[in-house]
Every structure is written in structure tokens, then in C-alpha cells.
């Protein structure tokens, strides 16, 4: 399965939801702080577990200045959604491999 197949098949989504704003100094509040802290914990393996993916598929695990490559397709591309940042991670290996 490619790239582009696991991440429309939701592999790298964060599964633990959103959760909805609550008052100030409310009980609630302070719960969802709890909460948004698993939601941010959720992204950031969601995002590891792409990193992973992606360092796999296009060969660059051992690859010394992997995450130079990552910070510049994430950087640039993640406010796109993670097919852009696939794209722009391909086009950067492509120009390292000699």
C-alpha cells in the first residue's frame, strides 16, 4: 500500500477527538485541559508514526539528515494536509538520491 493510500485509509489520524471548549474556572474546564493534553499527546504519535512511515517508504531510516528533510516537508507542506507533505518529502529525497 503506498503513502497516498494509508493516509487516505486515516493510518496517521489522531484518534482521540477534539474536545469542545468549556468556562473559565469551571470544573468542566479543568477536565478538558486533561483532555486536550491526550488530544496533543494523540497528534504528536499520529504525526511520529507518518514521520516513521514515510522515512520507510522512501528509504531515508539510516539517512543522517533524515529530519532535516521531515521539518522541511512538514514546514512547508502541513498546513496542506499529509499528501502535501508526502509530495514535498518525495521531491526532496529525489534530489538527494544520486
Known amino acids: 500500500m503506498t503513502i497516498q493510500e494509508r ?3 486515516g493510518e496517521f489520524e489522531n484518534k482521540i477527538p477534539y474536545p469542545p471548549r468549556q468556562m473559565k474556572g469551571t470544573i468542566e ?3 478538558r485541559t486533561q483532555k486536550m493534553h491526550l488530544y496533543n499527546q494523540g497528534e504528536r504519535e499520529a504525526r511520529e508514526r ?3 512511515a ?3 517508504e522512501y528509504g531515508t531510516t539510516s539517512y543522517p539528515k ?13 498546513s496542506e494536509g499529509l499528501e502535501r507533505v508526502a ?3 518525495e521531491e526532496l529525497v529525489d534530489l538527494i538520491q544520486f
Open 7 to 9: 493516509i487516505q485509509n
Open 29 to 31: 474546564f479543568f477536565e
Open 50 to 52: 507518518f514521520k516513521e
Open 54 to 56: 514515510l522515512e520507510k
Open 66 to 78: 533524515k529530519d532535516k528533510i521531515w521539518d522541511k516537508a512538514w514546514g512547508d507542506g502541513h
Open 87 to 89: 509530495d514535498i518529502y
